[in-house]
């Protein structure tokens, strides 16, 4: 069974930044696709970056790019999501996810979700 948890979210001001990782139990994330989305509350999971499983390739959101860097370790079977110059329009509960297939903005591409990590951006 794959299991992804998500940590490293909290509280911070705008401006600030947050470092994200995603960790897998029972299996490797090597070969594969991992992606990150978010969930704003009363809104729609919207995706924010991917990366290929060698992470030469990476994916973002136009609402994020230059702002949020993708990256992975695969030794140590996590990916992380790295917030620089946060807004309080990037409060949202973070989620990473492991691709099956398809479009890589697609939530239904990913076929195994962690959690959620909380996120919350003050102004």
């Known amino acids: 069974q794959v299991q992804l948890v998500e940590s490293g979210g909290g509280l911070v001001q705008a401006g600030g930044s947050l470092r994200l990782s995603c960790a897998t139990s029972?299996?490797?994330?090597?070969?594969?696709?991992m992606g990150w989305f978010r969930q704003a509350p009363g809104k729609e999971r919207e995706f924010v970056a991917a990366?290929?499983?060698?992470?030469?390739?990476?994916y973002y959101a136009d609402s994020v790019k230059g702002r949020f860097t993708i990256s992975r370790d695969n030794a140590k079977n996590t990916v992380y999501l790295q917030m620089n110059s946060l807004k309080p329009e990037d409060t949202a509960d973070y989620y990473c996810?492991?691709?099956?297939?398809?479009?890589?903005?697609?939530?239904?591409?990913?076929?195994?979700w962690g959690q959620g990590t909380q996120v919350t951006v003050s102004s």
């Open positions: 029972g299996s490797t994330l090597s070969g594969y696709v």
């Open positions: 996810a492991r691709h099956a297939g398809g479009t890589y903005y697609s939530m239904a591409s990913y076929n195994y």
């Open positions: 990366i290929s499983w060698r992470g030469s390739t990476t």
